[in-house]
């Protein structure tokens, strides 16, 4: 185990010009080795600019970023050595066609002839490119295009991936595919930091999620731990088939909500601290018919809305 | 398709990295190897139109044409083609490094991928000014066969001093080419069309390219204002190099390519590193 972590920012800051205000006002977080770090925030929050200095593409005016222990400011080439990006909008190199954006990326990271070939193969394999890997990538498709950016990335065996709003504009198969890659990559123990505003992606890929807005990072912590600063978070929630309001008979467990929904149906919320065996046992008493039992935990989206506000940015 | 299934390729064991110093030289010598490769297999019949069509028709027109129709003189050719080598010189090396620089960090953003390959940002930056040179330096020599075939005297290399050709060759393609870094780096992408209006024509007609520079005596202002551009001094030293006419005294031509370098080359690189790393 090592005792450095993957990705240390320390007090992050960067002006992009002398009058313009601060785009990022001292972030500081670390990412382990192997985790799944999420950078979620609405438009403008410092995402980009944070992965910018990561990248060694945006000089930071204040702070330090430290990749594998090493400072990206003072030993960029290195960092690169170790870093990937999966950039928002394509950048594949429209002069050459799929395969050689492959192996001519694999060339820029030093490797022969042979193993770029043989790696080059087995990515188109991978990310469901064989039998394209002649075309011009201009006559790639959006999601083609992504999965051969994220093969392009892989190349050179980095041990950070950063992908940056990676399902912004992808149909829901490219989608899955992206997620399963994701599980894919953990599981070989890549360390990921992704930017998203969607909290659905980030719930479900990340380990732990940091929530930026106005440049500074406002909340850190698991998706489950994020969801518990939504204050009233804990309960039950029931839907049932009852012919009339079905609340009188779950009053004993707690305070009670229900909402009819379609038909005969009803959303029931018992709020405190009740055990799913308490509720199943009710709503049999009741003779309710119990189609859907879940804990309400508060979604990502209430967390974020609930940190973030309303406003438009 | 399963993504369970792991191809035995990728399962290599974390890989041992190249020390810095060997990955930044991989890098440099890759990268030259893509733009070597595009340039073969894409772009040869793109960059040959460009680089050689306008200095063809230059040396038709004026070389030919006019001394047939009486409107020049005869050897009016021989004095011209020095200056249509310098002008495709550093117009090739120009071009090809400011209009692929526009494109790349604005359009298509396939400048990025090479920014993050291992070396420097700025290498990046004279790697494209080599490949820009080399491309200019080719242009050059295909057009002395050419202009064999089209001027009625030929072309008499006799008496060249080819030490003087190979430097004036080599200076001018790297001038051109530091040139359209600046360009490259400085215009923005909304502005190209108008940036070829104002810097190159211009350019094309103050560079000592239609008369040696020595005989604009009595035209002295002009002859002051051609003094600031670079071409001037690729012009008069591609004379001095394989006519040996009256040209800019060589000492002149040498201080002039000199500055041009520097100072075009720093400001190049500053103004690339500058779009490259924010």
Same mark, same amino acid.
């Given at each position: 185990m090592h005792a450095v972590p993957m990705i240390e920012v320390d007090e992050l800051r960067k002006r992009y010009a002398p009058q313009a205000p601060e785009a990022v006002k001292g972030i500081s977080f670390g990412v382990e080795r192997g985790e799944v770090f999420g950078l979620l925030g609405p438009n403008g929050a410092g995402k980009t600019t944070t992965i910018g200095v990561m990248t060694t593409r945006v000089r930071p005016t204040g702070g330090t970023v430290r990749v594998d222990g090493i400072d990206v400011r003072k030993h960029p080439v290195a960092v690169k050595q170790r870093i990937a990006v999966v950039p928002q909008r394509p950048n594949l190199d429209r002069s050459l066609s799929a395969i050689e954006n492959l192996t001519f990326h694999a060339a820029y990271f030093g490797f022969s002839r042979q193993e770029r070939r043989v790696r080059a193969q087995a990515m188109l394999e991978r990310f469901g490119l064989e039998g394209r !890997? $002649? #075309?011009? +990538? #201009? $006559?790639?498709?959006g999601g083609m295009a992504q999965r051969l950016m994220i093969a392009r990335a892989l190349m050179h065996e980095p041990s950070v991936l950063v992908l940056d !709003? &990676?399902?912004? @504009? =992808? #149909?829901p198969q490219s989608r899955l595919f992206l997620w399963d890659q994701v599980e894919n990559l953990r599981a070989r123990g890549v360390t990921l930091v992704l930017t998203t505003h969607d909290m659905a992606e980030a719930d479900r890929l990340c380990d732990r999620i940091a929530i930026v807005d106005h440049g500074e990072v406002i909340a850190l912590d698991t998706p489950r731990g994020l969801r518990t600063? =939504? &204050?009233? *978070?804990?309960g039950l929630e029931l839907t049932v088939a009852a012919p009339e309001d079905p609340a009188p008979g779950y009053a004993t467990l707690g305070d009670v909500e229900s909402t009819a929904t379609i038909e005969d149906r009803w959303t029931v919320r018992v709020y405190g601290a009740l055990s799913p065996g308490d509720a199943v046992a009710a709503a049999d008493r009741a003779g309710h018919d119990l189609i859907e039992l879940r804990r309400i935990e508060g979604t990502l989206e209430d967390v974020f809305v609930h940190l973030t506000g309303r406003d438009l940015r | 398709m399963s993504t369970t299934e792991k191809p035995a390729e990728l399962e290599v064991p974390a890989r041992d990295l190249l020390p810095v110093r060997t990955a930044q030289v991989r890098a440099f010598v890759a990268l030259c190897q893509r733009d070597v490769w595009v340039s073969v297999r894409r772009d040869l019949v793109s960059f040959l139109a460009q680089a050689l069509l306008q200095p063809l028709f230059y040396l038709f027109i004026f070389g030919r044409v006019l001394p047939e129709i009486g409107a /020049?003189? @005869? /050897?009016?050719g021989t004095l011209l083609l020095p200056g249509i080598l310098a002008l495709t010189l550093v117009l090739t090396a120009l071009q090809n490094t400011s209009l692929p620089l526009v494109i790349e960090f604005s359009f298509s953003k396939e400048i990025e991928d090479r920014l993050l390959a291992p070396l420097p940002a700025w290498a990046v930056g004279i790697q494209k000014v080599v490949i820009a040179a080399v491309r200019g330096v080719i242009a050059a020599i295909l057009i002395i066969p050419l202009a064999a075939l089209i001027l009625p005297g030929g072309v008499d290399l006799g008496g060249a001093d080819w030490l003087g050709f190979v430097l004036v060759v080599a200076g001018g393609a790297t001038v051109g080419a530091a040139m359209g870094l600046v360009l490259g780096t400085s215009v923005p992408p909304n502005r190209i069309s108008v940036m070829f209006a104002i810097v190159l024509t211009p350019l094309l007609f103050t560079g000592a390219t239609f008369y040696p520079w020595s005989s604009l005596h009595s035209l002295q202002w002009f002859q002051i204002v051609t003094l600031f551009n670079p071409l001037t001094y690729v012009s008069e030293g591609m004379r001095a190099a394989i +006519?040996? @006419? &009256?040209? =800019? *005294?060589t000492h002149w031509i040498v201080v002039g390519l000199a500055v041009s370098t520097v100072l075009f080359g720093w400001w190049g690189t500053r103004g690339f590193t500058r779009r490259a790393v924010d």
């Open positions: !890997e $002649n #075309d011009r +990538v #201009d $006559n790639y498709s !709003e &990676p399902t912004t @504009g =992808l #149909d600063l =939504l &204050p009233s *978070a804990q | /020049a003189q @005869g /050897a009016y +006519v040996g @006419g &009256p040209h =800019l *005294a």
